[in-house]
């Protein structure tokens, strides 16, 4: 969802797009404390777009979690 957030306020006309590639990796267990989702658009292209998230506790740096997704703009 962050992914898709990120490539919405990038183009409003995407909203069509679909999801074609999610890989996600765990890297530990969170503690107790809300969680934050950092989004990062690295390519955008004319059918493809191509994200990457982390994910983290808040108040601890530590990587809990990183995916990659790619859309698909029709």
């Known amino acids: 969802a962050a992914v898709y957030a990120a490539l919405l306020a990038a183009d409003r006309d995407a909203g069509d797009a679909v999801t ?4 996600i990796s765990f890297l530990r267990r969170p503690r107790a404390a809300d969680l934050l989702a950092e989004a990062e658009l690295l390519s955008v292209g004319r059918r493809l777009v191509v994200g990457e998230v982390h994910l983290r506790s808040e108040g601890d740096e530590s990587l809990l979690a990183q995916a990659t997704v790619t859309y698909a703009r029709p």
């Open 20 to 23: 074609s590639h999610f890989n």
